[in-house]
């Protein structure tokens, strides 16, 4: 079965810095998907990038990138020049390519201050 | 956001009650999900309707009753539940089988149960 897993419970950045976000995962299969989702106080869990495994090139989305290093499967999530709004929860989560189900596998998340 | 919306917001019931929350999605997505999710817990999948037919239920308790009655709209009914079933409950929902932005999952912004 597949995991994901978020060792930093909690991490704080100052305003207009950067910050990366940990996340591995384990699993056999070749294809899948691999996704970041922000959750901010108000509690809607909003998509923030999403990659598919079998693109070498990392995912970019403004000022939000990922490192996806397959082989040794891990998917961490950079922000840049890092904002008040930037903090909420960060979810990272896994889905099959294709198969059977649909089902997202989510980590614990990491929740993120962001300091004025 | 409005692609998903729930309601109640928040709701509050005593173990006797019945109750329904409401899941509507507005992206022509052909999936609809139910998830749970509990402090300290990864985001537990409940049940996934694929074209309103449900394929997957994760040993949820038959408390918890889903129901789909079309791509749009999905429901879960609620009745003698425990305290410890207080969560907050997120709808999701994708596109499946190709397309855009196929496979991502969009959420709702929850509900959160009480349960005294």
């Known amino acids: 079965a597949q995991t994901v897993t978020q060792s930093q419970p909690e991490m704080s950045v100052q305003e207009a810095e950067t910050v990366t976000l940990s996340c591995t995962y384990d699993?056999?299969?070749?294809?899948?998907?691999l996704f970041w989702y922000k959750q901010p106080p108000s509690r809607q869990m909003i998509l923030v990038i999403r990659?598919?495994?079998?693109?070498?090139q990392n995912a970019t989305e403004n000022r939000f990138s990922v490192n996806f290093q397959k082989a040794a499967k891990s998917f961490s999530l950079k922000i840049s020049d890092s904002q008040l709004g930037d903090a909420a929860m960060y979810f990272c989560?896994?889905?099959?390519?294709?198969?059977?189900?649909?089902?997202?596998?989510f980590g614990t998340g990491t929740l993120l201050a962001v300091q004025p | 956001e409005t692609g998903v919306t729930q309601t109640p917001r928040h709701l509050v019931m005593g173990m006797t009650n019945k109750k329904s929350l409401k899941c509507e999605q507005h992206?022509?997505?052909?999936?609809m999900y139910w998830y749970k999710q509990s402090a300290k817990k990864p985001l537990e999948l409940m049940f996934v309707?694929?074209?309103?037919?449900?394929?997957e239920n994760n040993s949820v308790p038959s408390r918890f009753s889903p129901e789909c009655p079309n791509s749009s709209h999905l429901f879960l009914h609620l009745h003698t539940l425990q305290p410890e079933d207080s969560a907050l409950y997120l709808c999701?929902?994708?596109?499946?089988?190709?397309?855009?932005?196929?496979?991502?999952?969009?959420f709702g912004p929850g509900t959160r149960l009480t349960v005294l």
């Open positions: 999701a929902s994708s596109q499946e089988g190709g397309g855009p932005s196929t496979d991502t999952q969009y």
């Open positions: 699993t056999s299969e070749s294809d899948y998907y």
């Open positions: 990659q598919e495994a079998y693109k070498q």
């Open positions: 989560a896994y889905r099959s390519d294709g198969g059977a189900t649909n089902k997202l596998i």
């Open positions: 992206l022509g997505h052909n999936a």
């Open positions: 309707y694929n074209f309103k037919e449900q394929t």
